[in-house]
């Protein structure tokens, strides 16, 4: 007779019920519980010339096994869905600029668009101008809305090389319209993310994975700064200065990004104390601005940078206006398949 029969006969059917979870409390203290990212474990930091980082060896308590938000994710490109879709392969890079706001609403977007595709745009609209004026510049094309019905199927975003969230603000998306993003990114779109867009749909896991399991906490004052560029490979980054100034609000995050390539920090020096105005100790010493990474079979690019409606303005004598304008359209082109993405 084995041990373990021998002390169930003695103790009794709650005795055995002890002894097992005993046995499992063992069993588990043993085993080492890491969380996967990229579908092959955390990726690990940027060793090149470029000075490229990654979230891999931050220690931070959201760094668990559901880190992963139970889809492929990470810098290694075999999370990408590489399917052969007309989009692709018919010579045009088309761009969706959503702007839609839940509560807040940053002053470079002007006044709420009415309904419909491609309404029209008025001065104040700055943002919105810009990427237009970016597409004309750089060879893409743009078509902008805040009327959440024109992303409520697959088939309405399946002509777009990327997406991109322009500061919206909590809850903006319904139903309809979260289904056909998820499916947009899964056949392997693109999606960029600029300033107060990880300040929206807090409540949804998988969006929050997409922003790089990140999230707008809060921010200190509007201030002077200088950007680091810590990756020059990227298509978003190889054409700007390794330090550049710049004005924002230098959201401090919360989860902080994981299992994504860092492109661009705030020099934490040059702001002062990072506390924000709700009580968030600021990220001194790693302070990310901008970063991408795969994500459940698409391309995703975030950055928090763009609060300032001068960064926006065409001839904008903002110090770092032009960098801001170089890394995002580079940020966008990437995420569209257009240029090399996330290097």
Request: proline residues 7%.
């Amino acid at each position: 007779m084995s041990l373990r029969s021998a002390l169930g006969t003695s103790l009794g059917n709650a005795g055995q019920v002890v002894l097992g979870l005993a046995i499992l409390a063992a069993l588990l203290a043993g085993l080492h519980l890491t969380p996967t990212v990229g579908g092959g474990g955390p990726p690990g930091p940027g060793a090149d010339g470029g000075g490229a980082s990654s979230s891999a060896g931050r220690q931070d308590p959201y760094r668990d096994k559901v880190a992963d938000y139970g889809v492929c994710r990470g810098t290694d490109p075999a999370c990408y869905n590489d399917w052969d879709l007309p989009r692709t392969t018919d010579g045009r890079v088309r761009v969706l600029v959503f702007t839609a706001t839940g509560v807040s609403r940053h002053a470079h977007l002007g006044p709420l668009l009415p309904a419909g595709m491609n309404p029209p745009l008025t001065s104040a609209h700055v943002a919105q101008n810009a990427v237009v004026r970016w597409g004309q510049e750089y060879g893409f094309e743009v078509d902008w809305t805040e009327d959440v019905r024109q992303l409520d199927a697959p088939a309405k975003l399946a002509p777009y090389d990327a997406v991109v969230f322009l500061s919206n603000s909590r809850t903006m998306l319904d139903d309809a319209s979260q289904t056909a993003l998820l499916q947009y990114v899964r056949s392997g779109g693109g999606f960029v993310a600029v300033h107060n867009t990880l300040g929206a749909m807090y409540h949804w896991p998988w969006f929050q994975g997409l922003l790089g399991g990140a999230n707008f906490y809060d921010h200190g004052p509007h201030r002077d700064g200088q950007v680091l560029t810590v990756d020059r490979r990227d298509a978003s980054t190889k054409d700007l200065p390794r330090r550049w100034d710049f004005r924002d609000e230098w959201y401090n995050l919360e989860p902080f990004p994981t299992g994504v390539r860092f492109l661009a920090e705030v020099d934490t020096q040059t702001i002062g104390d990072g506390a924000g105005f709700n009580g968030h100790p600021g990220h001194d010493g790693e302070h990310p601005v901008s970063w991408c990474q795969y994500y459940d079979g698409g391309r995703a690019w975030v950055t928090s940078l763009g609060h300032d409606p001068a960064a926006w303005t065409e001839d904008s004598t903002l110090p770092g206006a032009g960098s801001f304008e170089t890394h995002v359209v580079g940020g966008i082109l990437s995420a569209a398949g257009e240029r090399p993405f996330c290097r």
